[in-house]
């Protein structure tokens, strides 16, 4: 914001039953030395090098292998090769001559697998070790090891099979086929029939049933027209109720909370959705390590279906430090300490503080400070309603002013739906601040107010959906009895292209206006728009993009805009490259007017990791201030928006 499977001959069968560089983060790095291995960590994951304990191999015994896979095409020919352990760990010994044996075995049913996922069910896996048939071996075989042991794996792919007759039977008879991808002629991979399967059975538990299972999955493949034929049965059992809710695992928070938390109440239908939900809900709370929704294998004597939520209460009290850096604020640390668990229903309170613009030159007058003490009660009234209460105390000084606040505040957010939750609340904020306009003192009661849609698939690295927000916050500044509202709102959107998602399309608007008090003087700078820097329009520094009086003094403004555009391309599946374009503005108008459009540009780098990527992004100002910033490096976790 502005202002901040070996397939036999012939037919077969299977069947189966059932320049502002911000690291917006605290980072853990390590460095690990293990004779001559080295490695180095962040988050605990190894960015380069090898941290693995080199493993003592009992008896150990060399191969070399050669791989033939007989003129397949590039992608299958790919997907064989990696599938391969003998071929990927090449180079590491084997204990004893049978461990040549088995790590052979168990590579062809691999690669057997590799072409069944192909729908390639008429090919043929040959492995020879010395020159023997892996079949022919004796059990205990004896290789000579003058030299390593020579692997010869051969595949014959064989001709690609297509899907012939359907049949579905049971409770899944009045359904589409084609709803699972099961078309005459239609690819007829293993992963496609086994995905159908699974799909079926959800949607059968969709309905409320909660014992659906496969009763048969069988393929016959014809070797003379190359086509398989499919059978799937399902028996999906009752309609049924969720009966007594039991809770594992729990030592100090309190079980009925769980219950009420997680929305599941005996006598509601059973959704197996709703279940997810619950799940996701708990772990959100932060207390649990680890939470699982446990549903019996069989109806009790009502007709309802037992549940358990099993949990594992993780740490409740942690600490942490942290650390920035910015080419233009110097260094910047940060600490903090918290309670997830306080009175027993997972309600968390974090003490936190901050220090930033160390080095630089700066002196101790000129640091910036937080301290801060933040409240928040889960369940709150309703269980879908969260308390917060916050006090904060901070002194910032930007190139637009100087401030020393102290905000106060207390908010109710309610979850609507899954997608949608509005909050609401009251605030109080002392500021003395010297700006443009000279030293003033403010006192300002607020009522924010807001409300968020989020329909996004991952919330750090979203690849479809949107989340749009819009909020209000009527004002009176009480010193100078003025009344004064903010209003402001911003969408951001994504559209995954290609496989897998290789490129996201990414996009966001924003703006917002201040309205009241006619004269910007009476509004408190911390309250007036400004843009700039990592969470507006890249390129530009912190709050540079502003009006300017005759002094050339940032006075800030009464409305912006803003609009981000991004290209997420994945170039591997850790590492991405995302050019981006910002474009934004700040009048004194009630509304916006461009009368000042700036634009960024730049390009970005991300490393994926399991709890998001690692960003890094650099930027420059297309239109340049005079004596403005020349550049910006952004760094974080998570994409931009």
Avoid at 66 to 85: E, Q
Avoid at 390 to 400: A, N, P, R, V
Avoid at 457 to 486: H, M, Q, R, W
Wanted: glycine share 12%; net charge negative; aromatic share 10%.
């Amino acid at each position: 914001m502005p202002s901040k499977l070996r397939p036999p001959i012939g037919r077969i069968a299977f069947r189966t039953t059932g320049t502002a560089f911000t690291l917006a983060a605290s980072l853990c790095f390590s460095v690990i030395f293990a004779d001559d291995a080295y490695a180095f960590k962040i988050f605990g994951i190894t960015i380069f090098g090898d941290d693995e304990t080199e493993v003592t191999v009992i008896d150990p015994v060399r191969y070399t292998v050669t791989f033939d896979t007989d003129g397949s095409d590039k992608d299958l020919a790919d997907s064989l090769d990696r599938t391969s352990l003998l071929v990927s760990d090449e180079g590491k010994p084997v204990s004893g001559d049978l461990g040549v044996v088995i790590k052979a075995r168990d590579d062809r049913d691999r690669l057997i697998a590799t072409l069944y996922e192909n729908a390639r069910y008429g090919g043929v896996v040959t492995v020879t070790i010395a020159g023997q048939n892996l079949d022919s071996l004796p059990p205990n075989p004896a290789f000579d090891r003058s030299k390593p042991v020579p692997v010869s794996v051969r595949i014959d792919p064989g001709p690609l099979f297509t899907i012939g007759d359907v049949t579905l039977e049971g409770d899944a008879t009045r359904l589409d086929p084609g709803a699972y991808d099961l078309r005459r002629g239609g690819p007829a991979g293993s992963l496609v029939i086994l995905k159908a399967g699974s799909k079926i059975v959800d949607d059968l538990k969709a309905e409320g049933r909660p014992l659906v299972h496969l009763t048969k999955r069988e393929v016959v493949a014809d070797h003379e027209t190359n086509t398989i034929d499919v059978v799937i049965a399902a028996e999906a059992g009752p309609v049924a109720p969720l009966g007594p809710i039991a809770v594992k695992g729990s030592r100090k928070v309190d079980e009925a909370f769980i219950r009420r938390y997680s929305r599941l109440q005996p006598g509601q239908q059973y959704s197996p959705e709703q279940l997810r939900k619950a799940g996701e809900r708990l772990r959100a709370l932060g207390v649990f390590s680890s939470v699982t929704i446990e549903e019996a294998g069989k109806l009790s004597s009502d007709g309802s279906l037992p549940l358990g939520i099993v949990v594992s209460e993780g740490k409740h009290r942690y600490f942490g430090f942290g650390a920035n850096w910015s080419s233009l604020d110097g260094v910047g640390l940060q600490g903090y300490w918290g309670h997830r668990n306080l009175f027993g229903q997972a309600e968390s309170l974090r003490l936190e503080g901050t220090v930033s613009g160390l080095g630089d030159g700066n002196i101790v007058d000129n640091l910036d400070y937080s301290a801060g003490i933040t409240f928040v009660k889960p369940g709150a009234f309703f269980p879908s309603a969260t308390l917060e209460a916050s006090i904060k105390g901070t002194t910032l000084t930007t190139d637009s002013y100087d401030a020393n606040s102290i905000a106060g505040k207390v908010a109710l957010a309610y979850e609507i739906s899954d997608h949608d939750t509005v909050s609401g609340g009251l605030s109080l904020t002392y500021d003395d601040i010297d700006d443009a306009f000279g030293n003033n003192r403010y006192l300002t009661f607020g009522v924010p107010l807001s409300y968020i849609r989020d329909t996004r698939d991952n919330k750090l690295n979203p690849t479809e959906g949107y989340y749009a927000s819009v909020s209000a916050i009527p004002s009176y500044e009480i010193t100078g009895s003025t009344i004064f509202s903010s209003f402001e709102g911003s969408v951001s959107g994504y559209y995954g292209i290609g496989a897998e998602d290789r490129v996201v399309l990414a996009a966001k608007l924003s703006a917002g206006t201040l309205l009241g008090a006619g004269d910007l003087k009476a509004i408190p700078a911390t309250r007036r728009f400004y843009a700039g820097g990592g969470g507006s329009v890249r390129g530009y520094a912190y709050q540079e993009i502003s009006p300017y009086n005759d002094n050339d003094d940032a006075t800030g403004g009464r409305s912006y805009a803003l609009g981000s555009f991004e290209a997420r391309i994945n170039i591997t599946e850790k590492i991405g490259i995302v050019p981006f374009l910002d474009v934004g503005s700040v009048s004194t108008a009630n509304f916006p007017d461009f009368s000042d459009l700036r634009m960024g540009a730049g390009v970005g780098l991300r490393y994926m990791t399991p709890f998001g990527p690692l960003r890094l992004d650099v930027a420059m100002p297309l239109d340049r201030y005079d004596g403005g910033s020349q550049y910006g490096i952004y760094a974080g976790i998570g994409q931009s928006f």
